[in-house]
């Protein structure tokens, strides 16, 4: 399914399969209290595959965490198809989780998955507490499940120590499978791989959406690998969306500076970035940023910071289903291109 | 840097083969590369491949049921193959810094930062709690630490990555070393982080002559950083050369295959590319080349015998019998469109 089709779905359905609206999160109790997310309002349509970004500490996980009903936010609401995840509570929430309508995959699979359980222990994992059905059914889901990710049943009864890095993590995508999910939730699957291997399971959760049409998103702090698979891309800095939009429009030209910092840092095999990391850093020749506590998340690392930045700005939209939270978003781009693009040269 | 100008070569690996398993299988096979003042050297491969064996080798760390069977390793033109424990005690930190992928794991959770870096400075340095505080902060200012008499006082759980990653590589350059070592030093770093780091190395490399040995799975990375790159493959090096030469040109397959799943960085949608098949296992013995296996254009001499590495330009080098073969380029790209 391409960025079309899945406009084109949004236009026939006008739901969501999953909405997170207005959700704060905070962790932690009395001086130890912790916001991780702020205001977070995302909409995750049937079929397609968004990437979140952002570094560490940004709330990926947690926005992750919270969507599963592992969090519960302090404000605002996560609705999943007919369900308010978030206004569950004990029982049903444990019901809802078990169903496995959302599933989790983490990013190192030899640590996400148990040593001394075999792989077919581990991919019918979901399916065993669920219950309901029988061995030979188990077995036949199971297999299944392996087959979707390219596995043959020849390792069903190998231990997680004993197969490779890439297939681990084809382990942990067909364990979450095998509950015939409704959306994949993947945190950082990639990571821990390396290039063949990262491609390689990229490649297999783009063939899955295109063959299930399962929505995935997928958490990542590396945006190059996002873009040869993801619709759409939604960049977290500190808890708060700073930029929503199409992958090809927001990679070709990011509305906001952190977008575009985090696009230049990325390490490549070609040098040819529209802009260089050091536009896109503070230099002690910048004016001071406003430190008021409301200002914007980014404005201490922002060498556009103004005095307007002092307040957090709104997701604004600055084309078709693309929004950002920069009051500057059409003057930094000008800025950026005519700062140095090497301090230390001159 | 203090005392006589020091030898151009700081770290000379010849022919080295490296046994694990208490000696069952040889993980390493013949492998030599140097690294020279001033000049960072990446060392590229996928995991299992050998590099991080060989870095160990290179520290006279090697774990448990590992050994050099064969093969020299010297430090500024010393036989360092056989040291005793002492002798590589008295090279740690001094002559040979170290810097690991998990910064977290290798600090003490539970101690000031400050302190663990000042305790290196007395016991390898022989100084003074004052005179190693002082250098100390120097150290942090230098590898870009802001507000060096805060961090000097934090614990490193207080501290985020990035941070403790500057605070691993101040330890490892707080003795003046001529060599530091760098395995899979950024992994486990954000993008933003990462590009800061890479920065720092060069910095330190341009303003100290340090020589660098940075290990890493990623191409990308590695053309962002280093000179030059030794390219390994289940244990052998299977092209060497200038970094900016084996990007624009390179000559083996694996090389090829390697370039072709590296971050590109265009942000361009496109056909992820895999290498197919699995490398061999650690110690599999194989006549030959042994990519041969996964490589789209291997024929029956790639098979036949073993291959040496090929002299290619000044300083390239590359192992593979058709590296002159013309047709080879265009062999590749027919079986990757027919894939």
Known sequence: MTAQATTDARAAQEKPLLAVEDVDVVLGRGWRANRVLSGVNLKIWPGEIVGLVGETGSGKTTLAR????????????????????????????????????????????????????TVAQIVGEGLAIRGGIGAEEMRARVEDALAKVGLDATLLSRTSGQISGGQRQRVSIARALATDPELLLCDEPVSALDASNRNYVLRLLGELRDSLGLPIVIISHDLSSLAGIADRVVVLYRGRIVEDGPVGQVFSAPRHPYTA??????????????????????????????????????AARCPFAVSECAEQPALETVGEGWTSACRRHQEWPALASVRRSNPTLA | MTGNP???????????????????????????????????VGLVGESGSGKTLTCRAALGVLPKGCGIEQGTISFERQDVTHLSPRGWERLHGTGIGAVFQDPSSYLNPSLTVGSQVAEVLRVKQKMGRRAAHAKTLELFTAVGLHHPELVFHQ?????????????????AISCEPRLIIADEATTALDVTIQAEIIELLKDLRDQRGLAVLFVSHDLAVIRELCDRVVVFYAGEVVESGPVAEIIERPRHPYTQALLRVASVGDYQRRELEVIAGQPPRVGAEITGCRFAERCPAAIAACRA?????????????ARCVRVNDPELAGVIEAEMAAR
């Not at chain 1, 978030?86 to 599933?103: C, M, N």
């Open chain 1, 261 to 298: 910092l985090l696009m230049a840092s990325a390490p490549s095999v070609k040098h040819d970035r529209p802009l260089d990391v050091h536009q896109l850093r503070r230099t002690a020749a910048d004016p001071e940023p406003p430190t008021a506590a409301n200002a914007c998340v980014f």
């Open chain 2, 155 to 171: 614990i490193p759980a207080e501290l985020s990555g990035g941070m403790l990653q500057r605070v691993m590589i101040a330890i």
């Open chain 2, 6 to 40: 020091p030898p151009d070569e700081v770290l000379g690996i010849e022919d080295l083969y490296i046994t694990v398993h208490d000696g069952a299988a040889t993980a390493v096979r013949g492998i030599s590369l140097s690294v020279h003042t001033g000049e960072i």
């Open chain 1, 66 to 117: 919270t969507v599963v009903g592992l969090v519960r936010p302090r404000r605002g609401r996560v609705v999943f198809g007919e369900t308010v995840v978030s206004g569950l509570r004990r029982g049903a929430l444990r019901r809802e989780r078990r169903r496995g309508h959302v599933q989790l995959v983490f990013q190192d699979p030899l640590r996400s998955l148990d040593p001394d359980l």
């Open chain 2, 305 to 317: 015998a073993a291959i040496n590495l090929s002299r290619l330009s000044p300083g390239h080098q």
